[in-house]
């Protein structure tokens, strides 16, 4: 089994700034890719930003040059930085990895963490 922790979120006004981490915890894994999620109100849950294990990453198109991805491979650990944020970003936050344990694919998300962009 591989657990995902999420941490950050919270309140920000438009403008300012959030940062998203999420560990994955457990043994006998490898992780592939990491990436963010995100599912507004009312809305389906879409990409935001995926990093492989090599550090190629992919953003969504309205978060670009807004919001950067890293991981820390050794940590299994996965990072978003949120700039200049806005009050569509409002959203919660999925942290999401695939990879495999032991012989077996996995496809595992972390419990969300709640971003809310307001005045």
């Known amino acids: 089994q591989v657990q995902l922790v999420e941490s950050g979120g919270g309140l920000v006004q438009p403008g300012g700034s959030l940062s998203l981490s999420c560990a994955a915890s457990g043994s006998g894994f490898s992780i592939d890719a990491m990436g963010w999620y995100r599912q507004a109100p009312g809305k389906q849950r879409e990409l935001v930003a995926i990093i492989t294990r090599g550090g190629s990453t992919n953003y969504e198109d309205s978060v670009k040059g807004r919001f950067t991805i890293s991981r820390d491979n050794a940590k299994n650990t996965v990072y978003l930085q949120m700039n200049s944020l806005k009050p569509e970003d409002t959203a919660v936050y999925y942290c999401?990895?695939?990879?495999?344990?032991?012989?077996?694919?996995?496809?595992?998300w972390g419990q969300g963490t709640q971003v809310t962009v307001s005045s």
């Open positions: 999401n990895a695939v990879g495999f344990l032991g012989v077996s694919h996995f496809n595992y």
